[in-house]
């Protein structure tokens, strides 16, 4: 075992900002929905509207980052160990067998994370983001230009919302299937994590 | 020593950096920026250049008001043309109706759904025109000596027309303990610009009594709270009528949607205001479909109660005596007249909301009717009208008599000074006063009666309440809130996809029993492989 650096700073800090824009975004987004009531309508729309230009700030920084380190090539799918991926969390997992693709820091995501982060930020990240900003600028028909109506611009920020909230409780999950039960948390916070080294395998 | 730094980096950049973010999106949330201050000359604060009293010409005995008149014109050169151009004179005038074309409506020759017409029933309803004695088709609308100045400029509170007399103050003859005659060159020496009772001797009391029919107009306004509107509140800026139905020329600014039908000079709130008057993005966003009045009248009918719904197929049942009588609800307000039917009444009244562009139609004497409830006057618009608003609407319903055979509504004859002259408030006879009343009006009528339910709609745009009583968010923004009627648009926190949100709330709930089956079988396995 062997202490890596596998999450500079910046990554940590866009992960945990957004995190809680994620958060905030999704309390006042289903509040705004009419899902629940916790701040207060106007409030709701207010922070909702505000967190929308954060998150959309800080997924420039973070594409600028990706584009600048070539760190984008860690969110790009591979083939290989797909399945075998799979087979881990559904019985792998149980019988103590390792992970089937180590962690490096070359290669940070297993081949489903790579899957699910790509489909994220390709298509759920700037779905809600144009639909969101669509909702806020185009909220009504000739103005500057014909939106049928807000309805299909609101059910599909709606549809990326509910796949955002499953996510993220699935992630929440998945924390905790690493080497031990809070190695990936503490990776993400440190920045640290212990890995074995890869001649070992 | 490099452990503690890349401590301080940890908490840096996965602690504090991250609440900064929330804390500036916090902030940039919260700003709001400060209402926009309005500062207006008031009516009220206007001097009289001229001091009426000394005019020689005002210090005669009038006999009658036409001699006033007369006394007025002789100065005032040029204004008989134009309050006689106006539609306080003519009581109609030339509108556009889409799918109806041209055509000259007003109170003279329209239906409704209170006492279904002014024509026919002068000697009661003529008395809010601003002549002298339009009591049948012979009065002389050319006659500039028939204006009647002082109903409107009487700045004495005592002039008055006389009920029964269609429009003209009580005469030696018929003064009663109610109605004397005027001291008319006490009247006559007090004129000044329209006070709030000059016109509400009128607009209060249409219908037959405070606030019957607009729900929004009534008495309470000559002196009222805060809470029941900020404008014409003592409490606050007690605006006149004319403050904001600015006049030139006699020609008066407003429009109700009851006698007019086209968008053109008409009041808006923005002739004092701004068009964003918020000063904050989210809410003068609103103005582009709402009116003001949507969120800004929360309510109506603030101090006395108005009619709501007005059933006339049950008039006419007599009392032991065979004589008309009445009876009351728990608020004092009359729920049957014998000559009148059923009535409901409400106050602090919820609105209806309708899209309205500003134009309106009207169910003339010569339609038919095709569908049920009747629309007195239908109140166009719709989501994809750019120049559609949300209004607040009261909408008076009742039951009204119509001619079966001719499918039209009719004009009944209801009002006549004495008993055996067909009228239905005197002879209690349908058919009767329904020939007459349609006679009158030159209109078919077979014999063949029946009620059929109708709706007209009032615009609401008075009792602007203060700004801590406005309309909140989830007021609409919310499931079942007030604009459920209107279906034609996507309204957030109102509407939703059901199946995304269907389909949403299923997966995560699978999502949550699969991981809660995949952490017990991570559990066992533990235990398993121990």
Request: glycine share 6%; charged share 20%.
């Amino acid at each position: 075992m062997e202490k890596v650096k596998i999450y500079s700073r910046f990554e940590r800090f866009w992960h945990w900002t957004q995190m809680v824009l994620i958060l905030l975004l999704g309390i006042t987004g289903f509040e705004i929905h009419g899902s629940f009531e916790v701040f207060g309508f106007e409030t709701s729309v207010r922070l909702h509207s505000a967190s929308g230009w954060a998150f959309l700030v800080l997924t420039i920084f973070a594409a600028f980052w990706m584009i600048v380190t070539g760190q984008s090539r860690q969110f790009m799918p591979v083939r290989n160990n797909v399945k075998s991926q799979i087979m881990y969390y559904m019985s792998g997992i149980f019988k103590n067998e390792p992970h089937p693709v180590p962690k490096t820091a070359e290669s940070k995501l297993n081949p489903l994370q790579r899957i699910v982060y790509f489909g994220l930020i390709i298509l759920v990240f700037p779905v809600q983001l144009i639909t969101g900003f669509l909702y806020l600028f185009f909220h009504y028909p000739e103005k500057p230009f014909a939106l049928e109506s807000l309805e299909t611009v609101a059910v599909l920020h709606t549809l990326g919302a509910f796949l955002l909230v499953v996510f993220v409780i699935v992630h929440l999950y998945l924390i905790t299937t690493g080497h031990t039960i809070s190695s990936n948390l503490k990776a993400m916070i440190t920045g640290y994590e212990d890995l074995e080294h890869s001649e070992n395998k | 020593m490099k452990k503690f730094s890349n401590s301080a980096t940890a908490i840096l950049v996965s602690l504090l950096l991250p609440i900064a973010v929330l804390y500036i999106t916090v902030k940039v949330a919260a700003f709001k920026g400060e209402p926009e201050k309005v500062e207006v000359k008031l009516k009220s604060e206007h001097i009289s250049s001229v001091d009426h009293s000394q005019f020689e010409i005002l210090q005669q005995d009038f006999a009658t008001p036409h001699d006033v008149t007369a006394a007025c014109l002789s100065c005032h050169t040029g204004r008989d043309e134009e309050v006689m151009a106006t539609a306080h004179w003519k009581w109609e005038r030339e509108v556009e109706i889409p799918g109806k074309g041209k055509v000259s409506i007003g109170k003279k020759n329209l239906l409704n759904n209170f006492c279904t017409g002014a024509n026919g029933n002068n000697g009661s309803c003529m008395r809010c025109h601003i002549g002298l004695g339009w009591k049948d088709k012979t009065f002389d609308f050319s006659d500039n000596l028939n204006i009647d100045c002082l109903v409107c400029h009487d700045q004495t509170d005592t002039y008055f027309k006389q009920k029964g007399q269609a429009g003209l103050p009580a005469t030696e003859e018929t003064a009663n303990a109610a109605y004397q005659v005027p001291d008319y060159p006490y009247v006559a020496q007090n004129v000044g610009l329209p006070k709030k009772n000059n016109c509400g001797i009128c607009h209060f009391y249409g219908g037959g009594g405070n606030n019957v029919k607009h729900g929004d107009l009534e008495e309470a306004l000559l002196s009222c709270s805060k809470h029941v509107d900020v404008h014409m509140t003592n409490e606050g800026p007690d605006m006149a009528c004319i403050d904001c139905h600015t006049t030139e020329r006699h020609n008066i600014k407003g429009k109700l949607y009851s006698v007019s039908s086209m968008n053109e000079n008409r009041i808006d709130c923005d002739q004092c205001h701004t068009a964003t008057p918020h000063n904050d993005a989210v809410l003068d966003q609103h103005f582009e479909k709402l009116a003001c009045q949507t969120c800004h009248i929360p309510e109506y009918a603030k101090a006395n109660a108005t009619k709501m719904y007005w059933d006339w197929s049950s008039a006419g049942m007599l009392d032991d005596a065979g004589h008309g009588y009445s009876e009351d609800d728990a608020d004092g307000n009359h729920n049957y007249l014998s000559i009148k039917g059923n009535f409901v009444w409400d106050d602090n009244v919820k609105p209806e909301y309708y899209w309205f562009n500003g134009t309106a139609d009207h169910f003339l004497t010569t339609d038919t009717i095709s569908e049920i409830p009747v629309k007195i006057n239908e109140l166009f618009g719709e989501y994809r009208d750019s120049t559609a608003k949300i209004w607040p609407v009261k909408v008076h319903r009742g039951k009204q008599i119509y001619d079966v055979d001719h499918n039209t509504l009719i004009n009944l004859k209801l009002w006549a000074a004495e008993k055996g002259e067909g009228a239905y408030w005197k002879d209690f006879d349908w058919d009767t006063a329904s020939r007459l009343g349609m006679e009158y009006n030159d209109r078919p009528y077979s014999g063949n009666y029946d009620f059929v339910a109708s709706e007209a709609y009032w615009p609401i745009n008075h009792m602007v309440s203060p700004k801590e009583e406005t309309l909140t968010c989830t007021e609409c923004h919310s499931r079942e809130g007030r604009l459920d009627n209107l279906k034609d648009f996507y309204l957030p926190g109102r509407d939703y996809s059901k199946p995304v949100d269907y389909a949403g709330v299923g997966l995560i709930i699978l999502t949550l029993v699969g991981i809660f089956a995949h952490f017990l079988g991570r559990v066992v396995a533990f235990f398993k492989n121990k």
